[in-house]
């Protein structure tokens, strides 16, 4: 008789830190050792971190900032609202227009980043924009929420972050587990938005991952966006929400994380 151990998140009780088809094997040892650094952001060279010119639009709204790594712009605004709305989408040559809902975001107030994403390299990247809220099926679902990222705590820094994470040690998964992408051609931006309930609060896949766990500070002032891309295009094949791909979940390596420079998150 073969006995599974399902882990339970710390920070999410009502959800299952596992979802279908995902189970993990508790004591068996990983054939490839997944990196654990998701939880920092590397620096290389290659990186710019500059505030965008221009000031906020609006009160209760941040300016824009912006983060440059090798061929990759991402601009991320934050503002305080009273209901979130709509998902991400892919623009230019992207491939394809994503579908949604955001169930359970639209009925409290919130945090919300808005970004944009823009290949200005020569070849297509992967953007893990499409986290799902259970990271641990090996499906995605059809109405996984365009909007949920991951947010915790880095450096005294309230991040919002839409990435994967390396499986915990002593964990192995029957299927693998998958987040959502787009792939975004190069000359092509994707835009989306990223929502966190406020006062903020930790919110990380369960316990089968290596995340952060440490509680959030309530009195945490600065904030900062990150979205993970890199070149596993081939490895993307067809989800249940159209115009995204499911890919193996992988915490980023080096550069693979590219995260805004912080910011003070503006007054409700």
Same mark, same amino acid.
């Given at each position: 008789?073969?006995?599974?151990?399902?882990?339970?998140?710390?920070?999410?009780?009502?959800?299952?830190?596992?979802?279908?088809?995902?189970?993990?094997?508790?004591?068996?040892?990983?054939?490839?050792?997944?990196?654990?650094?998701?939880?920092?952001?590397?620096?290389?060279?290659?990186?710019?971190?500059?505030?965008?010119?221009g000031a906020a639009?609006?009160?209760?709204?941040?300016?824009?900032?912006?983060?440059?790594?090798?061929?990759?712009?991402?601009?991320?605004?934050?503002?305080?609202?009273?209901?979130?709305?709509?998902?991400?989408? =892919?623009?230019?040559? $992207?491939? @394809?227009?994503?579908?949604?809902?955001? !169930?359970?975001?639209?009925?409290? &107030?919130? #945090?919300? +980043?808005?970004?944009?994403?823009?290949?200005?390299?020569?070849?297509?990247?992967?953007?893990?924009?499409?986290?799902?809220?259970d990271l641990g099926?090996?499906?995605?679902?059809?109405?996984?929420?365009?909007?949920?990222?991951?947010?915790?705590?880095?450096?005294?820094?309230?991040?919002?972050?839409?990435?994967?994470?390396?499986?915990?040690?002593?964990?192995?998964?029957?299927?693998?587990?998958?987040?959502? =992408?787009?792939?975004? $051609?190069? @000359?092509?931006?994707?835009?989306?938005? !990223?929502?966190?309930?406020?006062? &903020?609060? #930790?919110? +990380?896949?369960?316990?089968?991952?290596?995340?952060?766990?440490?509680?959030?500070?309530?009195?945490?002032?600065?904030?900062?966006?990150?979205?993970?891309?890199?070149?596993?295009?081939?490895?993307?094949?067809?989800?249940?929400?159209?115009?995204?791909?499911?890919?193996?979940?992988?915490?980023?390596?080096?550069?693979?994380?590219?995260?805004?420079?912080?910011?003070?998150?503006?007054?409700?």
């Open positions: 008789m073969v006995v599974f151990t399902v882990m339970e998140p710390h920070t999410r009780p009502t959800r299952h830190g596992l979802a279908r088809g995902a189970r993990p094997l508790a004591g068996l040892a990983l054939g490839a050792v997944l990196a654990t650094s998701a939880c920092g952001q590397a620096s290389s060279s290659s990186r710019s971190t500059t505030p965008a010119p639009s609006s009160t209760g709204s941040a300016p824009t900032r912006t983060a440059v790594v090798g061929g990759l712009r991402l601009e991320a605004t934050m503002s305080h609202e009273g209901q979130v709305q709509g998902g991400g989408t =892919a623009s230019g040559t $992207a491939s @394809g227009t994503a579908s949604g809902t955001s !169930a359970g975001m639209s009925v409290r &107030p919130g #945090l919300v +980043v808005d970004y944009r994403l823009t290949n200005t390299g020569s070849t297509p990247v992967l953007a893990y924009d499409v986290v799902p809220q099926s090996a499906t995605l679902p059809a109405g996984v929420d365009l909007q949920h990222a991951w947010v915790y705590e880095q450096s005294g820094v309230l991040r919002l972050s839409k990435q994967g994470f390396a499986t915990a040690p002593n964990v192995r998964f029957m299927a693998a587990p998958v987040i959502g =992408a787009h792939t975004v $051609a190069p @000359g092509a931006s994707l835009t989306g938005r !990223a929502y966190a309930v406020w006062p &903020p609060t #930790l919110d +990380v896949p369960g316990e089968s991952f290596s995340a952060p766990r440490q509680p959030v500070d309530p009195a945490v002032a600065k904030w900062q966006f990150c979205l993970q891309a890199d070149g596993r295009t081939a490895q993307g094949r067809p989800s249940a929400v159209k115009g995204v791909v499911q890919v193996p979940v992988a915490a980023p390596q080096g550069d693979e994380l590219v995260c805004t420079p912080p910011a003070a998150i503006p007054a409700p």
